[in-house]
Structure formats: C-alpha cells, structure tokens
C-alpha cells in the first residue's frame, strides 16, 4: 500500500518560513504527481502546489512566488519550502501523491499538518 507521513509544521510568525516535508512509502508502485493542499476551518480543502514526477511544478495564485515545492524521487519525498508567511496561510497543510493504476488515477492522502501563523 501506500502511505504519506508529513512534518514540519509548527507555529511560526508573520514574514516567516517552514518547510513542510512528506515521505511517500509506495512499496513497489511508482509515484506519478505529488503535491500538497490546504484547509483552513470553514473552508474547502484548496490546492497549494503540484509536482510531476519530471518537476513540472503548478501553485495556487496565493501563493505563487512565496512557496515552493520540490521532490526527490529516489527518497519517494516532497517538499514545500513557505517563505513570507502570511496570516491567511494558516491552515491544515495535506500531503497528496498519486499513482497510475491502468487508465485509473489512484489518490493517496497524509493525515495532515497544522501550520500556525501569527500575526
């Protein structure tokens, strides 16, 4: 099976930084896209950024120039480097990764982390 561990969230000031990491442990499958999602309470679960197993790279608006993500096949992990953190970014943070079965997208979700801002 497949499973996603998160770390690296905390509480951290305005203008801040953290960096958010998740290991994928997919067995033998091969990881397509890898990406991370946000809720905060009372609100829909929003894309954040996505990475393709080649490193084509896709941000929300919000925060476009602000975060950025990465991956490392070889170790299955992905990364969200968050510089200037805002208020507005505070929020559960969500590891996504998926894989191919046949013509099927197969969706595997972390447990999440929190990421506290204060202002």
């Known amino acids: 099976q497949v499973q996603l561990v998160e770390s690296g969230g905390g509480l951290v000031q305005a203008g801040g930084s953290l960096r958010l990491s998740c290991l994928v442990s997919?067995?033998?499958?091969?990881?397509?896209?890898m990406g991370w999602y946000r809720q905060a309470p009372g609100k829909q679960r929003e894309l954040v950024a996505t990475?393709?197993?080649?490193?084509?790279?896709n941000y929300a608006d919000s925060v476009k120039g602000r975060f950025t993500i990465s991956r490392d096949n070889d170790k299955n992990t992905v990364y969200l480097q968050m510089n200037s953190l805002k208020p507005e970014d505070m929020a559960v943070y969500y590891c996504?990764?998926?894989?191919?079965?046949?013509?099927?997208?197969?969706?595997?979700w972390g447990q999440g982390t929190q990421v506290t801002v204060s202002s």
């Open positions: 997919a067995s033998t499958f091969v990881i397509n896209d």
């Open positions: 996504y990764a998926d894989r191919m079965r046949g013509p099927l997208r197969v969706a595997y």
């Open positions: 990475i393709s197993r080649a490193g084509t790279t």
